[in-house]
């Protein structure tokens, strides 16, 4: 089979937040996934993104159906994967693989539409694999595009404005039990960029005592001063959470760090006073239980992603002006993906037809010579033209056929025709 650009994986869409979190990858496991399936069979090039609303592998396979057993393997490894979960899993081949990505690093398939966090996400994916020797010339060229055209749906349509961002969900969520949040009392759990974004919404919103923890007290101290907030240990984490009317959390624990019987506790110190506790970490940061405790009113992706849906319908007309930047742009770079498949055959052949031309250039002397130094440099000119016009012709038909199975049809004759040993396998270039 030839090689073909593919993606594995889940997404908000496709699955709860509680699927979610089972198969998000950290950050300190993304490298080593990466290195075991660049191992793997059918796989050539591989790009792990991962974030709150997706797990996804962005392949260069040799053989999709290989490849996706690779995929699962892995996961059954790592994750034991049951196979009621596998269902979640979407497989895009070809042409829809590219627009899913395309739409993806366009924040065109994101929980919140135009949300800009997804671009860098999808760099940082991208540079991470390049780090780790993973992606080559195909998917270097593919997320190379797919930035290139997210860069033109925010600059041609109004995609990126007003979108109703998950932090600023927070707000409105915190405001629908609290009401008015002047003077609340936020505690930030959690120092990334979604703790700050949500930061600054509450405190647009009227909230003044914001407390920033963080399992890193300097990373705390950094993100408190840039808000103007307080760092807090996060040895001290159940105390301060007793006083806040706002927790958000958003750390990369892989396990809970507030149980249901904490959240009890907690809540019978403050009388059941009323607070809002948003979780916005893959995986969760809060036992789902707590939602189960009397004065405690827990949200978390799920509720997030009704929230910003409900807000979404203004911006549908820029998400459809951005669509078919999208789908324009996808016609034009496969025609430069497929072109870029044949490379291998080409090069393959033109190195078959220099070796023929050079065994029967022998023969010729043997038969016909010895030749003069000027006779020799006319010969060897001449069958380097004819190489020339020969690969320069067949080069030509292969890159500007319309369909994919019309090239592979011919890429195949061409192959067979001149005895061209599995040209197509030098196309991944991530293997040795």
């Known amino acids: ?76 490894q790592e994750y034991q994967i049951k196979l009621c979960e596998w269902s979640h899993f979407y497989r895009l081949m070809d042409d829809v693989a590219l627009t899913h990505i395309f739409r993806v690093t366009s924040s065109l398939d994101s929980m919140v539409l135009g949300e800009p966090e997804i671009t860098g996400q999808v760099k940082d994916a991208w540079a991470l694999a390049q780090q780790a020797g993973t992606t080559g010339r195909f998917l270097d060229a593919v997320i190379q595009k797919a930035l290139t055209v997210s860069k ?32 609340c009392e936020v505690l930030l759990i959690g120092a990334g960029k979604m703790s700050e974004l949500a930061a600054h919404y509450l405190m647009k919103a009227g909230a003044r005592n914001v407390k920033v923890m963080n399992r890193t007290l300097e990373r705390a101290q950094e993100l408190a001063q840039k808000l103007g907030a307080s760092p807090v240990p996060y040895q001290e984490r159940l105390r301060h959470i007793k006083t806040a009317d706002i927790v958000v959390t958003s750390t990369a624990c892989p396990h809970c760090i507030l149980s249901r019987q904490e959240a009890d506790s907690i809540a019978r110190e403050r009388g059941h006073k009323p607070m ?147 040209p197509l396998q030098v196309a991944a270039g991530a293997k040795n």
């Open 1 to 76: 089979m030839e090689p073909t650009l593919a993606v594995i994986g889940l997404n908000f869409r496709t699955s709860p937040v509680a699927v979610r979190e089972r198969f998000w990858i950290s950050e300190a496991r993304r490298l080593e996934a990466l290195q075991h399936l660049v191992r793997a069979e059918g796989v050539e090039e591989v790009i792990v993104l991962a974030t709150c609303n997706r797990t996804e592998f962005i392949l260069w396979a040799s053989d999709v159906p290989t490849a996706a057993n690779s995929v699962l393997r892995f996961l059954t």
């Open 152 to 183: 033109r749906t925010r600059t041609e349509t109004a995609i990126g404005s007003s979108a109703v961002s998950v932090p600023y969900a927070s707000v409105e969520l915190s405001k629908t039990v609290l009401g008015d949040l002047a003077g």
């Open 276 to 422: 809002v506790m948003i979780d916005i970490a893959v995986p969760r940061d809060i036992d789902p239980k707590v939602r189960e405790v009397d004065g405690i009113h827990l949200f978390d992706m799920d509720d997030l992603e009704h929230m910003v849906q409900r807000n979404a319908v203004g911006r549908q007309a820029a998400a459809q002006e951005a669509e078919k930047i999208v789908q324009s742009e996808v016609q034009g770079f496969r025609r430069k993906l497929m072109a870029e498949r044949v490379v291998p055959t080409i090069v393959a052949l033109r190195q078959r037809l220099d070796e023929l031309c050079r065994q029967e250039l022998e023969v010729l002397r043997k038969e016909f010579g010895p030749f003069t130094e000027d006779q020799n440099q006319a010969l060897t000119a001449l069958t380097a033209h004819i190489t020339q016009r020969i690969a320069g012709s067949l080069a030509r038909e292969l890159k500007e056929l319309p369909a994919r199975n019309e090239q592979d049809v011919l890429t195949a004759a061409v192959s067979r025709l001149f005895h061209l040993e599995q």
